[in-house]
């Protein structure tokens, strides 16, 4: 982003005191994919983080790689870490003749509170399948085994399928991409504007039927569950508005696609997380979108004595 300061996307209200702001930028596509609204910087590059995990599966299925249902949405995940995840995980890793070594993720405990307090009373610690991005790894080695590539490196930018993943990002933004570093996971992670990043969402759900992108979208919305977590903004979100196509990404990203073709994606400045739904169920509901998931997303309540004493609220 740019060192200009954005604007002021949400307020952190205690007591009835505003005692802090998260800044951010923010863009909105109509479903003739025209800008409808933005704030801040929508056209400077950006790291869309976890949010570009769809446009990495969608490589790997283009180099050949075989996947669908609830193993295509794992592999464009940033899974909770609960045992279902992990258990699919493994089960993938097997199907290729991959174990949990050939993972370059780094270990990690589960995202997920209960699944992670759970996998430390069973006596196990940081593992690289409980790590959130481990689906993803996974989807990336077997294409990998698919095309007879070297495991070793497969995170190297120069590797045959980080080329690819370029060349998919590029196509489905419509940008070059700025800048090239290394996402918490250890993957490459490639720059690209909000702009761009709303309008590859919102390709992917308009897609023809039986496309790359829209096996990808289809995968996703029918298993949101695997995308996330049961306890998740995205899994939440892709339940309660049919259509809805939505991910995450770290630093305070979050993209969403309508079935119609209208699209969002911002980024909080500061990367704080509790920004990200007040701000996401704010902008739902400029598009005309509620309901009791909506609200259950923009809940952000700041405790005081272990009590309700203010929010995190929306201040667009």
Not at 21 to 41: K, P, Q, Y
Not at 123 to 144: D, E, F, P, Q, V
Not at 200 to 226: K, N
Request: a negative charge; charged letters at 20%; one cysteine or more.
């Amino acid at each position: 982003m740019t060192s200009q300061t954005p604007p002021v996307l949400a307020e952190v209200v205690r007591s009835g005191f505003v005692e802090g702001r998260h800044h951010g930028s923010v863009v909105v596509l109509a479903a003739d994919g025209s800008i409808d609204f933005s704030l801040g910087e929508v056209a400077a590059p950006c790291y869309p983080r976890s949010s570009n995990k769809p446009m990495q599966a969608a490589a790997a299925l283009r180099s050949g790689l075989d996947l669908s249902g609830k193993r295509l949405a794992l592999a464009s995940a940033s899974h909770a870490g609960e045992p279902f995840h992990q258990e699919l995980v493994a089960t993938m890793l097997a199907e290729h003749g991959l174990t949990e070594d050939d993972l370059l993720c780094p270990p990690d405990l589960p995202v997920d509170r209960p699944a992670m307090e759970e996998q430390l009373a069973a006596g196990r610690g940081r593992t690289r399948i409980a790590m959130n991005c481990s689906g993803k790894h996974t989807a990336m080695l077997a294409a990998c085994v698919r095309n007879d590539w070297s495991l070793t490196d497969y995170l190297d930018p120069a590797h045959p399928l980080q080329e690819l993943i370029r060349d998919e990002v590029v196509s489905a933004t419509g940008e070059p991409v700025a800048h090239t570093g290394t996402d918490g996971c250890g993957a490459p992670l490639l720059a690209f504007s909000l702009t761009g990043l709303a309008r590859a969402f919102r390709s992917y759900v308009l897609a023809e039927e039986g496309s790359v992108e829209r096996r990808i979208a289809d995968a996703m919305r029918a298993h949101p569950e695997y995308v996330a977590g049961t306890r998740l903004t995205d899994t939440w979100l892709m339940r309660g508005v049919p259509g809805t196509l939505a991910k995450a990404g770290a630093e305070g990203v979050q993209a969403v696609a309508l079935a119609d073709g209208r699209a969002l994606a911002f980024k909080i400045e500061d990367g704080a997380g509790r920004a990200r739904g007040p701000v996401l169920a704010a902008l739902l509901r400029r598009l005309g979108v509620d309901g009791p998931e909506v609200a259950r997303i923009g809940e952000a309540p700041l405790l005081g004595g272990g009590s309700p004493v203010g929010e995190v609220r929306a201040a667009l």
